[in-house]
């Protein structure tokens, strides 16, 4: 039984004994040592774990007396006398013990002691020691768990291996309602309701399986009033062998109370902010209220009504005062689902009348807004007749709230809204957030009004400065479309205009005035009336156009807000087929010509140079002059037919191109053309509800010739017989149209015009009649610098010249060529030349 002291004792583990670093059973950990003494108090065994404890072998202790090793010989002895004695009259001891170790330190140890016998009746003592450092701990751990247990405010539950459970403390009973003994040995299938027991019971078998713990798994309480915080972990020792496993259980009632109320909250701030947004861009009566119908269900409610005096809908919404007793209109309505009984009780476009003495009448009247919590409360405050009502009955309806849409003071209209079946009934807080929702859509639907009110303006003020009849002279076949902007958009400043010209010539003039508003529209029209009176002085496009910008400043809307535009002006002359442009920051004109092998049509940007736009410092403006073939489709547009966001202009220039660009079977319908050039680039016009992002202007214009027997032309040399020359080959063309009846005037002036071109210019001098709506008679030369008319005193032979042209002739004037200038004048034609200009309505 003993062992050499020799032996390294303390580093051999003992049998059964777990590997360095593994987790060490609690016997191991408390290294309890067992010492058998004889009646006398000598040691006759002495444990290998004594050994470890002590540090003694038991080679230098067996045989000898305990008292040998006890620190202090006074601890043996206690208020019981000698331990002996104590052993010897109760069989047992216990006690504390001071204990020498072999390196001469004292180590306390708690010993325990009976008295034993042998078969043959002779005594001895066996006793257990275990140092008092680590039994307090552990009595430290356990009295810990102890209070755990009786003083935590969770529930606390121990399940064994089988899930039944083994302990559970009072906070757990007091959850589940029931004291400690109806849970012990039973499992949660026993315990817990149907709803609830299968689930948990899965939990915890999980957990036994995967050693995964779950936290915060929340569940109903049993009459599923409250809820619970479960969490569920599995019990293993120190050797890893499972035990069971552990549940703790919380209260959550409150906490989840206070968190639905903040994510209510947090739900209504959301809803608030997604009204706004989506509102805010809306301006249109219609889409503001179906947006706000729509946002509410079913966020918010069952089924959503807007109800507005039917003038809103029609755009005519005035100051926003609402006749005395005038009934409203289902604007905008939505429902969770559809069915015959929704279509009774919200019947959109349907008028809604309902007497002052009723619910909505009080709150149209201007009273706060009502909240009806029960279906009794509902049936009391309406009439039970109403179909709407028996609808609403029938669809489960318990709780509505009228609330006034008002604005600025003034009630507009209402906004119904209901929560049916089990869904919760209408609070105070959800009053308070429908009064909310209706001010801010109150907001918008009145801007969307005022909107409506101000664009109709500014379209019936652009409308009237635009033109009211489109003259359609000789030579040429126009075509038009004005579009305006949808009614998201403000109307522009877009513009076109024909005006016929001296000498058969036509002006083509389209431009945009940048910005929108009634602004933009009136600095049109001031634009547009300063193009036609620059116009009438017959001068080449280049130059009109600079003109134009340096009256940009008189023509803004104020020193603050100055004028920016575009534009293009083209002049053609149907005598010649020639065509002058020039453009100020406006998007190229397109020219569809006919190629004359295939016949098919052949569209082309016409690359005129860019000038400043109109209000820009002038860097001088250049025209182009070209012969266009007869019949050639010249197409003038603003950029909102082009023009898209994210897309680059050129883009929309090439897909009008390729619109224009096709077979050319017959004659060119320009209706046809105008329309078929706004479905293909802006196809949300011909949509109900929809327009063009921005304003469209667009004219195509036919040019075509004169015919040869409507015009004459000649030049002759600057010598003294080419009066006489010119004046016999206009009287021959007189009489050759028929015209003798203003032969001698017309022979007068074109003699007294030759003359003046004879003696001043010194170079070719080229006479042209046009015969039109009237007889235009044109006189040129190269001299650049138009002739000045005087007052001839009656002494004076000459200087009666242009005097005289202008008393004989209907109008006269004069204009600046490439190669010169020209006088020219008109004259009536009494006796019933070819008819005058066509005019068209203005479309």
Known sequence: MSTSAESPRDEVPPAGSTAPGAPRPLLDVLRIGVVILDPGGRILLWSPVAERVLGWPDSLVLGRPVTDFVASPCALTGGAGNVYRELLRTGSWRGVIPLRHLDGRTVEVE???SLMRRPDGSPFVLANLVETSLLAGIEQELAALDALFTASPLGIALFDTEQRFVRVNESLSRLCGVGPQDLIDRTVLEVLPDHMGPQIDAVQREVLASGHSVIDLVTLSPDRRGARSVSFGRLTDRTGRVHGVSCT??????????TEKIERARQRLALLDDIGAALGDLLEVAPVADSLAHLLVPRFCDYAGVMLPSAFLDGDGGNGDRPRHTPLVQAAVAAKRHSPEVDRMLGLRETVRFTPESVFGKVLAGGRARLLDSAEAIAEATSPDDPKVTAATGLGIHSLMVVPLRARGKVLGLLVISRAGRRAGFDADDLALAEEIAGRASVSLDNARLYAREREAAVMLQRSLLPQTVPEPPGVRIGFRYVPGSSRAEVGGDWFDVIPLAGGRVAFVVGDVMGHGLRAAATMGRLRT?????????????ELLERVNRLSDDLAAGPDDPMMATCLYAVHDPATGECAIAKAGHVPPVLVTREEATGRLVARPVDVPDGPPIGLPDTGHEEIRAHVPAGSVLVLY??????????DITDGLDRLCETLTGPGGGEISLEKLCDTVLDAL???????????????????????ELSPGDSASWVFPARGHSVRRARSAVRHTLRDWGLSSVEDSVVLLVSELVTNALRYAHGPIGVRLVRGGSLLVEVSDPLPDPPLPRRASPEEENGRGLHLVSLESHRWGTRRDPAGKTVWFEVHLPDGPPGPTRHRTGR
């Open 249 to 258: 259980v919380m209260d959550i009632t409150e906490r989840r109370e206070a």
């Open 638 to 647: 603003t950029d909102g037919l082009i023009e898209k966001r994210g897309e």
């Open 682 to 704: 802006v196809p949300e016009v011909g949509r109900p509800g929809h327009g063009a992002e921005d304003d469209i202007a667009l004219l195509a214009v036919q040019l075509g």
């Open 530 to 542: 300063a193009v036609r009176t620059l116009a009438d002085l017959d001068l080449p496009p280049a």
């Open 111 to 113: 010993g325990r002691g």
